[in-house]
């Protein structure tokens, strides 16, 4: 089945600062998700971005399917943004959204 | 609108009793998840449902667990004779799995299970 990678596993930032998360899947996909996972464990949706580039905020995204990545962009990085980022795929011909292990950030004030 | 939601949000029970853990899906959704996510790692996959019947059950890890959505909205997750390996948080999605809507999946809050 399909692998999904995601780097950094851990990442610390300081207040303001701006951030890349990657996510690599190892073969095509129909759908791509990404989350923030709140302290209190409660997953948050960011994007549903199959393909292209969408932003909302300071947050923004890009899927390249072709390429088999997808990256999140944090700028002017909030304490608030601290937490666990996951992407999910999902794999044409299958109904199983697949996981990568997370980026655990932290934001220093 | 009202989101997914889980019941009961914490769950304590003895080594070999049996569990049932809810999931209400946002109104009008047809495809619904169940994800187990033990700590420090990413969700799971357990079940999909598309409407009452189980689309995929492939990720059950055996025969003591068992899920049912009779009137294709709410779900139960059963467990039997649990184990200690079975505590986690379970995790219920739902999604509208329409052409236009596509199927972006929604999370509840999750149920804590802890097997004594």
């Known amino acids: ?109 | 609108g009202a989101g997914v939601s889980q019941t009961p949000s914490n769950k304590v029970t003895e080594k070999g009793k049996y569990v049932e853990l809810r999931c209400d899906p946002i109104s009008g959704h047809t495809a619904l998840y169940w994800y187990r996510q033990s700590l420090g790692q990413g969700p799971e996959f357990l079940i999909y449902f598309q409407g009452t019947g189980a689309a995929d059950d492939s990720g059950l890890p055996n025969d003591r667990f068992f899920a049912v959505r009779p009137e294709g909205s709410v779900s139960t997750l059963k467990i039997q004779r649990t184990e200690r390996g079975d505590s986690a948080v379970y995790l219920c999605a739902s999604s509208p799995w329409t052409t236009v809507e596509g199927n972006e999946q929604f999370f509840g809050p999750g149920t804590r299970l802890t097997v004594l």
């Open chain 1, 1 to 109: 089945g399909i692998q999904v990678e995601q780097s950094p596993p851990d990442l610390i930032l300081q207040e303001g600062a701006n951030s890349t998360l990657r996510c690599n899947f190892s073969d095509s996909v129909n759908n791509l998700q990404w989350f923030h996972q709140n302290p209190w464990g409660q997953l948050i949706n960011l994007f549903y971005i199959p393909s292209g580039t969408k932003q909302n905020g300071r947050l923004s995204a890009t899927t390249v399917a072709t390429e088999r990545y997808s990256l999140l962009y944090i700028s002017s990085s909030q304490t608030t943004d601290s937490g666990v980022y996951f992407c999910a795929a999902l794999t044409s011909g299958t109904y199983k959204y697949i996981f990568g292990t997370g980026t655990r950030l932290k934001v220093l004030a």
